[in-house]
């Protein structure tokens, strides 16, 4: 006897949502994640309106989602993370409308557990390396290329692990055609595991660590890591594009020659720039509402950001857990940056993601309200 599950009444909301031209076609496309359904969004720009092309029952739990672009090409590929202790690829075929699965690695064993890789993942954004990784400890590289048929190749896994290491968040950094590097939030609780009084768990400080794939010698290094003065909720990161003195960040920033690179780091009441080398900590408030109804003596957050870049512009937005959304911009001096400026933008419901469409929308998957 076979039995079959499948509930009547699907979920509704979004745990992850991306953007990026999935069909091939000049048209941007929202793909999502609602647990288990991962569906294909088309926007009509003239109307508006946002309607279903492609929904797929997965059957495990979808824990998070990327865009994945080669270099030069002109498709996003969609990188799963999941419960089921593998890396899948999916590409979205337009003329059968289905996702086909290019690649299928298993690492692990199969369920939501804290050291099997799957609930982070970061792509290197000139398309030459993924990074997934788990809660605890494990941190799995692979490196991605095309065949002599122009198809999308994947390497053995790198690995990067560490022991007695919590991860908070994990991003790609864009340093140009350099070693592929990656961004972590960590934080070493072995000190305060052995500790019985709980003293060392107070004092234990998160760790900002940066890890390098070295492409020549095919293995993954701890390139840096430094301590950070509070602790920090998500990262965003990348170089920053010169346009006047307006140096406005996004999610994965333009880099080669362009200008200083660096992380911004989220950080409960600041977003902190974070460079490498000369360039000074610059500090910015979280702006906070004048008549706020909470607790004014409590922290506040962001909990999540968007990036819209064109050749002539581009932009980043931020979202507080009161749903305030913020436009960020950075002020430079030559190379340095000298100033972070946070302008009001609007206050929509809290999201769990955020996409600005070329189109001019910004999409929002909220979490208690509509999208």
Do not use: W
Not at 84 to 99: C, D, H, T
Not at 177 to 193: G, K, M, Q, S
Not at 221 to 239: P, T
Request: hydrophobic share 35%; with cysteine; glycine share 8%.
């Amino acid at each position: 006897m076979h039995l079959y599950n499948l509930t009547l009444q699907r979920s509704t909301g979004i745990v992850a949502a991306i953007h990026g031209n999935f069909s091939g076609s000049k048209l941007q496309e929202i793909v999502i994640s609602r647990g288990k359904i991962i569906e294909l969004l088309r926007h009509d720009p003239n109307t508006g309106k946002i309607y279903p092309v492609l929904s797929v029952e997965v059957f495990g739990v979808v824990r998070s989602l990327m865009p994945f672009r080669l270099t030069g090409g002109t498709k996003d590929y969609i990188v799963v993370g999941s419960d089921s202790g593998r890396i899948v690829i999916l590409e979205y075929i337009p003329s059968k409308n289905q996702f086909e699965k290019v690649h299928q690695e298993t690492f692990g064993k199969s369920g939501c557990r804290r050291i099997v890789p799957g609930q982070y993942l970061a792509v290197d954004p000139k398309g030459r390396a993924v990074m997934i990784g788990a809660v605890e400890k494990q941190k799995l590289v692979y490196i991605l290329n095309r065949d002599a048929q122009a198809r999308l190749t994947i390497s053995s896994p790198l690995e990067a692990h560490k022991s007695n290491t919590l991860v908070y968040h994990m991003i790609g950094i864009d340093v140009g055609f350099e070693n592929p590097t990656f961004a972590c939030l960590e934080i070493d609780y072995e000190e305060a595991d052995s500790d019985p009084n709980g003293e060392a768990a107070q004092k234990t400080q998160q760790m900002l660590t940066y890890y390098e794939l070295d492409l020549g010698l095919n293995h993954v290094v701890r390139k840096y890591s430094e301590q950070l003065e509070e602790h920090a909720n998500f990262l965003i990161s990348g170089k920053y594009q010169c346009l006047g003195n307006l140096l406005p960040p996004d999610h994965l920033l333009p880099g080669g020659n362009d200008g200083p690179s660096g992380v911004l780091i989220c950080s409960e009441n600041y977003i902190t720039y974070k460079n490498l080398g000369d360039q000074p900590d610059i500090r910015c408030p979280i702006p906070r509402r004048r008549t706020d109804l909470d607790d004014p003596e409590r922290g506040m957050i962001f909990v999540c950001s968007a990036t819209h870049k064109t050749k002539s512009m581009f932009f980043f937005l931020v979202q507080t857990e009161q749903g305030d959304i913020f436009k960020v911009t950075l002020e430079t001096d030559e190379d340095i940056v000298t100033e972070i400026r946070l302008k009001y933008f609007d206050t929509v419901p809290v999201a769990s993601s955020m996409c600005v469409l070329k189109s001019g929308f910004l999409f929002i998957a909220a979490e208690f309200g509509n999208q």
